[in-house]
T-cell receptor
Framework: AQKITQTQPGMFVQEKEAVTLDCTYD???????LFWYKQPSSGEMIFLIY??????QNATEGRYSLNFQKARKSANLVISASQLGDSAMYFC?????????????FGKGTTLSVSS | EAQVTQNPRYLITVTGKKLTVTCSQN?????MSWYRQDPGLGLRQIYY???????DKGDVPEGYKVSRKEKRNFPLILESPSPNQTSLYFC???????????????FGPGTRLLVL
């Protein structure tokens, strides 16, 4: 079974609209971390936002917020007021366990296209 | 500037010709890792290192070797490359913290490898 599932291969949105990218995860470990990365066409991986399994509040970083629903095992990324520069591939990832530095498990990604 | 660097960024080679992709980080991170990215598969971990002289296999280690003689460097070695190793490769590093956002893995710019 996949540990990270991103069900949307592609999403299309207009500038200034909000968009939600879905991510569900599967783990039996009570301690885990959830990450979102952005990969523009140039290829680099850019860290966007992090949510810890014990964090009480949803993480926010500027226009990015993470809608963390622990019981449903979902960690959706919300981008408010989309910009053309948001067009990219977005990856959800998870680290299991408390030992820092362990491997990130990645989903297959969602391609976001923002149009004017 | 804190960064992870990889060289070369692009490489075309032929089957069986040994190659090394270098990775270096200037953040004094203990943890370093190599991933490969393939279309439709997301990123998968090849090898990782928790510290100098400590390395271990990730999910897809076959055909690869690594070494960690210095804290800042973590080269990826393909002794006899094959066409199925054509991929986009990322090096990443993170501190060995107690968890949380500080454990975010920082990625290098990627190396695009084509094996003919």
């Amino acid at each position: 079974a996949q540990k990270i599932t991103q069900t949307q291969p592609g999403m299309f949105v207009q500038e200034k609209e909000a968009v939600t990218l879905d991510c569900t995860y599967d783990t039996s470990d009570p301690s885990y971390g959830l990450f979102w990365y952005k990969q523009p066409s140039s290829g680099e991986m850019i860290f966007l936002i992090y949510q810890g399994s014990y964090d009480q509040q949803n993480a926010t970083e500027g226009r990015y917020s993470l809608n963390f629903q622990k019981a449903r095992k979902s960690a959706n990324l919300v981008i408010s007021a989309s910009q053309l520069g948001d067009s990219a591939m977005y990856f959800c990832a998870m680290r299991e366990g408390v030992q820092a530095g362990t491997a990130l498990i990645f989903g297959k990604g969602t391609t976001l296209s923002v149009s004017s | 500037e804190a960064q992870v660097t990889q060289n070369p960024r692009y490489l075309i080679t032929v089957t069986g010709k040994k190659l090394t992709v270098t990775c270096s980080q200037n953040m004094n991170h203990e943890y370093m890792s190599w991933y490969r990215q393939d279309p439709g598969l997301g990123l998968r971990q090849i090898y990782y290192s928790m510290n100098v002289e400590v390395t271990d296999k990730g999910d897809v280690p076959e055909g690869y070797k690594v070494s960690r003689k210095e804290k800042r460097n973590f080269p990826l070695i393909l002794e006899s490359p094959s066409p199925n190793q054509t991929s986009l490769y990322f090096c990443a590093s993170s501190p060995r913290s107690v968890g949380g956002a500080a454990e975010t893995q920082y990625f290098g710019p990627g190396t695009r490898l084509l094996v003919l």
